[in-house]
Structures are given as C-alpha cells and as structure tokens.
C-alpha cells in the first residue's frame, strides 16, 4: 500500500506563507490524481486543492481560490501545496490523499491518506 506523509505545517502569523508538502513512498503516485484537505478541531473533513495526474489541471475551493497553489513533481513522488495570504481560519490540520478526478470532482481512495500537518495561523 503506498504511504502519504505530509511537511511543512507550522505556526504562523496570518499574512504569512506556507509551503506543505507530501511525499509518497511508491512511484505509482504517477497513476493517482491528488489532493489536499483540511480538518479544524470541531469541523468536518473540507476539500482545499486538487491535481490531475500529470499537473496539468488544478481545482481549488472557493475559501483558498487565488491564495493557495497546489503542484506536483512526479519525479520526487511529492505535491505541493504553497499557502500565501495566510488567515486565522486556515488552521487546521492538512492532509493528503490519493485518488481519482471524475470531471473537476476528486474521489478520495480511503487507503491512500496521509496523518496530516498542522497549520495554526494566529490574528
């Protein structure tokens, strides 16, 4: 089973930036779309970004749309997720998953997550 493991979580103070990053542990990352989601204490699982296969499509929540950027490199096995303009209400904990796009629409494989980074963004 492939692995997912997130970096780059941090504290912040909001206007800062953030660059998260998930490497996975087996070259069949070439095969998945990928994405990024978010948890906050008390909250329910959000999409944040997402990426075809080859990079060469993105998709992105209305909440994070011209702020965050999500990339991949398909040699490294790794995704990208650069956070600017950073907000309070961006804290949570992020994480990575593996899947399939259908049209604009990830669909998750519940396998293929990682455990996540924490961002908290302080006023």
């Known amino acids: 089973q492939m692995q997912l493991e997130e970096s780059g979580g941090g504290l912040v103070q909001a206007g800062g930036s953030l660059r998260l990053s998930c490497l996975a542990s087996e070259r069949t990352f070439i095969n998945y779309a990928m994405a990024w989601f978010r948890q906050a204490p008390g909250k329910e699982r959000e999409f944040v970004a997402a990426?075809?296969?080859?990079?060469?499509?993105?998709y992105y929540a209305d909440s994070v749309k011209g702020r965050f950027t999500m990339s991949r490199d398909n040699a490294k096995n790794t995704v990208y997720l650069q956070m600017n303009s950073l907000k309070p209400e961006d804290t949570a904990v992020y994480s990575c998953?593996?899947?399939?796009?259908?049209?604009?629409?990830?669909?998750?494989?519940?396998?293929?997550w990682g455990q996540g980074t924490q961002v908290t963004v302080s006023s």
């Open positions: 990426i075809s296969r080859t990079g060469g499509s993105t």
């Open positions: 998953a593996a899947g399939h796009l259908v049209g604009s629409r990830i669909i998750p494989y519940d396998d293929y």
